[in-house]
């Protein structure tokens, strides 16, 4: 049984939590993470209006636009952001893609080979190597650079993914143990999910 205490903390942290995600990028990040492209690369657009510093929306407007397949505008967006910022693992891994579905082999494996010194040792490292190796020995017809890049793609989400679930239980872990600094409010001690699925705080 889950005490009125813990379910108190629990709605400041998840209030918390959905302020954070109410900003425009918070927005976008969300809309291009659901698949929902036309409505991130609006949104990205959106911010990049407003600010057009923001190097981060300039980011998510090129993987957005990549992913609508509008690869010319990916290349634009990424080109200016890698003009900006040139240590960007996801703007080379992007802009390859990009070059590389416009047939465009040479600065494909420009930009591959970047993000592969940027990010060594990781498993998309070792998949943009082996897709370099094919780039880079033969000429590849349209269906199997479409193949290639779309596994880096693929490739490049799942690491992402990952890592938003390495954050998200770091986070929960932190959550658990929070204790909301309040004169008057007591507070709970560290809490944990037991295999039934019932929150204990003590």
Known sequence: MVSSRA???LALITAASTLGCATPYGTAQTALRQGRYEEA???FQDVLTQSPDRLDALLGLGVTRYKLG????????????????PNSETAHLYLGISHLQRGEEGPAAEHLAKYVQLKPGTRLA?????ALQLVRDERLSPALRAFVAGSLDAGADWE????EAREARLAAERAYSWRPFYPFYPGVGPCFVTRSGHLLCY
């Not at 070792?126 to 082996?130: G, K, L, P, T």
């Open 41 to 43: 690369a609006s949104r």
């Open 70 to 85: 509008a690869y010319d505008e990916a290349v634009a967006a990424l080109g200016r952001l890698v003009a900006q910022a």
């Open 126 to 130: 070792r998949e943009v190597e082996r």
């Open 7 to 9: 379910l108190a903390t």
């Open 160 to 163: 992402h993914d990952v890592q």
